[in-house]
């Protein structure tokens, strides 16, 4: 089914191509790629340029759930382009300029094709402007799980893993281009908005108030959120200095407040673990129950779907080094951000009286973790490092075989050489993005005398139930 559409989206952009006449640039560029062939999800993501930027200016009326958008990207080409793709799934688009002047463009599917008068070099940064409006959709993904725009009763939020964040905003929608961004959001004034990073100014008038956030460190566009609703706020500071910015459905502030209590003692343990933290502030968005069953690691500030548990807030704090700054290369590789995360709970466990990790990961091997039986035989549907398709890289063999991937190398290296790799690993791709061979790679060279052979083919790639270690 994919493969018709694509070739689709690859035959109108022929069209375009041939029928454009002189352009006044260069006469040999080429159009980007349409997608850059993730393994999961093939058209996510575009060829042939790097976004640096997002400046998002959006307008929100919670009542019509009704979106109106300036997204201004700023760019460099990797290759002399024709024409270039941006993501953008359902809503409008009014216009396109490239370097300020009007382009053409063309939709199909989830690809908006933008061909700019002129073309484009091969090292030239250039912006490009989209104005568009519409109703925002949600995205149901191959596994149930809803992402993209949700609506909430007092609001909406937009949450974008794998692929949601392309229904309110156009992009590089691929976890591999990470940029930073600006995000003025505008809404009726009873309303507030959080996002990630800082909030850099916040403006009543004529009855609408703009919410200003600004992201300076590189983010996957699949983190970026933007959060309406009425939210208590709460400032404060860890004990380093480092900013807290908490914002808490009103329904979810009494459940809330003795976890949150703990968010700085999380944080010191987490930077105590995995070293330096790398953004500029922290926090959490509580919102009250809605669409989403699940918390997301959303970049410096995570979004809950009702007040978390504590394991979860450890979750999705650890996610801040393992997923946000140390990102994957593709969506096959989401056993990094699960794996770690869910190791993270159990190195919190075992580091504050509770469970160890040797515990946890015996009960998960003896089947007895889980409620019930097929959850606890589920661990074993697939290797983490090789999801069968789409509609699972969220399940349980990413998460907790991912974890059990993680404490069979703590058992080969031993505990203190096990902390060094996990401070190591998170230093070494700070910002960046890698892959699980960039994984088996780094830990074979921190311990050369080890012999990891059997971990790599039994426990991250063979199927079944490897051996009992
Ligand atoms: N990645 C999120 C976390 O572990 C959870 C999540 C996001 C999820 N989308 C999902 C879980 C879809 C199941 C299905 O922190
Ligand atoms: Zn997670």
């Known amino acids: 089914m994919r493969l018709p559409r694509l070739l689709l989206a690859a035959a109108t952009l022929t069209a375009l191509t041939a029928c454009s006449g002189g352009g006044g640039g260069g006469v040999d560029g080429t159009p980007g790629a349409a997608g850059l062939r993730d393994p999961y999800f093939p058209k996510a993501g575009n060829g042939g340029y790097d976004v640096g930027h997002y400046d998002l200016t959006l307008a929100y009326d919670p009542d019509a759930e ?41 939709r199909a599917g989830q690809e908006l094709t933008v061909r700019p008068p002129d073309e484009l070099d091969d090292g030239e940064t250039f912006r490009v402007r ?56 505008t809404v009726p004034e009873e309303y507030g908005v959080v996002s ?16 200003r956030w600004h992201t300076a460190e590189p983010m996957a566009s699949y983190l970026a959120t933007v959060a309406v609703g009425d939210w208590k706020v709460s400032r404060s500071a860890t004990g380093d200095g480092l900013p807290v910015y908490t914002a808490v459905d009103p329904e979810q502030e009494a459940a809330s407040r003795p976890v949150l209590a703990q968010l700085p003692a999380i944080m010191k343990w987490e930077q105590d673990t995995f070293g330096p933290y790398p953004f500029s502030s922290t926090g959490a968005i509580v919102d009250r129950r809605g669409d989403a069953g699940y918390a997301l690691e959303t970049q410096h500030r995570p979004y809950f779907p009702g007040a978390p548990d504590t394991g979860t807030l450890v979750h999705e704090l650890a996610h801040q080094w393992y997923g946000d700054s140390v990102t994957p290369k593709s969506w096959r590789d989401m056993w990094l951000n699960e794996g770690f995360a869910t190791y993270a709970e159990w190195l919190w466990s075992e580091d504050h009286g509770g469970d160890s990790a040797q515990e946890i990961f015996d009960a998960l091997y003896d089947g007895d973790y889980f409620d019930d ?64 061979d960039d994984f088996t790679a780094f830990v074979e060279e921190s311990a050369p005398e080890k012999d990891f052979t059997e971990i790599w083919e039994d426990w991250l790639f063979g199927d079944g139930k490897p051996e009992r270690p």
């Open 196 to 211: 990630n990073g800082e909030l850099t100014d916040e403006s009543t008038s004529g009855g609408r108030t703009t919410f």
């Open 130 to 185: 989209v104005r568009y409006s519409g109703e925002p959709e949600t995205i149901t993904d191959a596994d149930d799980s809803e992402e993209g725009w949700l609506p909430t009763d007092d609001g909406a939020v937009g949450l974008g893993e794998p692929v949601g964040s392309m229904a309110w905003f156009p992009g590089n929608h691929h976890p591999s281009d990470k940029a930073t961004y600006d995000l003025a959001v």
């Open 373 to 436: 039986a097929a959850a606890n035989e589920a661990v074993w549907a697939f290797p983490p490092g090789k999801p069968p398709d789409a509609a699972h890289i969220s399940d349980s063999p990413v998460y907790q075989r991912g974890a059990m991937v993680l404490h069979r190398v703590r058992r080969t290296v031993g505990d203190d050489a096990f902390r060094a790799l996990l401070r190591d690993w998170a230093a070494a791709h700070r910002h960046g993005n890698a892959d699980t």
């Open 66 to 106: 009704h979106l109106t958008g300036t997204a201004t990207i700023t760019a460099r080409a990797t290759q002399d382009l024709s024409a270039f793709n941006l993501d953008l799934k359902g809503l409008d688009v009014e216009n396109v300029t490239v370097e300020g002047r009007e382009a053409r463009f063309n």
